[in-house]
């Protein structure tokens, strides 16, 4: 079991004004697992159902309490196995040895895994995590619960914002999987019970799918407006159209590079159903294979968007200002990423 933190402000655009937004980290930390220790593990077939209808899916053993599978986990024949049955097939009784040359031999890459389960661990492990931050980050108030699904990095997750004060996100790693298999066990829909405030609405969800809110019944999605604007003009509405053709320049950065990049001018209209919209210019731009922002070519920028004036849109100076913007903020990642070039000495 072993702590570690990281400052997370470098890679959070949305947290740079935050006096702290550091993440903390529990690895490997033993569960306890009582009742499995005491009463020993609930074997029951687990899998997944497939994306099509000639596609049976996989089927797999796992523990009914506490989620943890057996080494090997077992490749059931789903014609035979359904999601939930109780296990009642033969177990091997050690775990097949790791593979080596030899094994690679008789089993080659590709070749299925044992169809039979091993052996339980010993000694199951899970993990913690923590990220606060403190000032500004994300706007709005909102407190959250997650459930996860059967294949979750996060079992359970919560955070509670508070802008421009703050905010707190926990979440564990298999601590938890009791509920999740009691409340949540199918499937690959986490649920989600959340009550957030911000931009004027109040919003609700009570047990939802937090991937797929077009299938959730009513009653689990809700919201109210509180803004008196968007009762007496109506809704904000954004639009973005293209105008004209996609151009293309060259982007000069400062460390020397060139970088061939497309630009496509788009109009921004916005403003409320029943009053005067207002409208802006907005440059996308996109280059392949794309421009190192961190050492090492440890990550590329494919594309962003930066905003044009309206003199320059109808000077038609509009590409040169672009590119001087994009420049800039590449630039600037670079600086906050540490960037240097191959031709540069470290110090």
Same mark, same amino acid.
């Given at each position: 079991?072993?702590?570690?933190?990281?400052?997370?402000?470098?890679?959070?655009?949305?947290? $740079?004004? !935050?006096?702290?937004? &550091?993440?903390?980290?529990l690895n490997d930390i033993p569960r306890p697992l009582l009742a499995c220790r005491l009463l020993g593990h609930r074997p029951v077939v687990d899998g997944t159902t497939g994306f099509r209808a000639d596609d049976p899916g996989s089927r797999w053993v796992c523990c009914d309490r506490c989620g943890v599978r057996p080494t090997p986990?077992?490749?059931? =024949?789903? !014609? $035979?196995?359904?999601?939930?049955?109780r296990y009642t097939g033969p177990w091997l009784s050690e775990p097949p040895p790791p593979p080596g040359f030899i094994k690679s031999l008789r089993h080659p890459a590709g070749s299925?895994? %044992?169809?039979?389960?091993?052996?339980?661990?010993?000694?199951?492990?899970?993990?913690?995590?923590?990220?606060?931050i403190i000032g500004r980050s994300f706007p709005g108030w909102s407190i959250s619960?997650?459930?996860?699904?059967?294949?979750?990095?996060?079992?359970?997750?919560?955070?509670? $914002?508070?802008?421009?004060?703050?905010?707190?996100?926990?979440?564990t790693e298999r601590f938890g999987t009791w509920l999740q298999r009691r409340l949540n066990p199918r499937g690959y829909q986490s649920r989600v019970t959340e009550l957030r405030l911000g931009d004027g609405r109040l919003e609700w969800a009570l047990w939802a799918r937090r991937d797929s809110?077009?299938? =959730?019944?009513?009653?689990?999605?809700?919201?109210?407006?509180?803004?008196?604007?968007? &009762?007496?003009?109506?809704?904000? &509405?954004?639009?973005?159209?293209?105008?004209g053709d996609p151009t293309t320049v060259t982007v000069r950065l400062p460390h020397g590079d060139e970088h061939t990049v497309t630009l496509q001018l788009e109009r921004c209209d916005y403003g409320r159903t029943r009053r005067r919209h207002f409208h802006s210019w907005a440059v996308d731009w996109n280059t392949r294979p794309g421009i190192?922002?961190?050492?090492?070519?440890?990550?590329?920028?494919?594309?962003?968007?930066?905003?044009?004036?309206?003199? !320059?849109?109808?000077?038609?100076?509009?590409?040169?200002?672009?590119?001087?913007?994009? !420049?800039?903020?590449?630039?600037? =990642?670079?600086? $906050?990423?540490?960037?240097?070039?191959?031709?540069? %000495?470290?110090?």
């Open positions: 079991m072993y702590l570690h933190s990281v400052d997370r402000r470098p890679d959070s655009p949305t947290s $740079r004004r !935050a006096l702290l937004n &550091r993440g903390y980290f986990q077992g490749h059931l =024949d789903p !014609a $035979r196995w359904n999601i939930g049955d299925p895994p %044992p169809p039979t389960p091993g052996p339980w661990p010993t000694n199951p492990t899970g993990a913690a995590g923590a990220e606060l619960f997650k459930l996860g699904n059967c294949g979750s990095e996060h079992t359970l997750a919560a955070h509670i $914002r508070l802008y421009p004060f703050g905010a707190l996100y926990l979440h809110s077009d299938i =959730d019944p009513w009653w689990m999605r809700g919201s109210i407006t509180l803004d008196p604007r968007d &009762r007496l003009f109506g809704h904000r &509405r954004y639009s973005y159209e293209k105008v190192p922002t961190k050492p090492g070519d440890r990550g590329k920028i494919l594309g962003s968007g930066v905003e044009a004036t309206t003199p !320059a849109v109808t000077a038609g100076t509009w590409p040169a200002e672009a590119a001087a913007r994009i !420049a800039l903020q590449i630039s600037q =990642d670079r600086e $906050r990423y540490g960037y240097r070039p191959a031709s540069e %000495p470290a110090e």
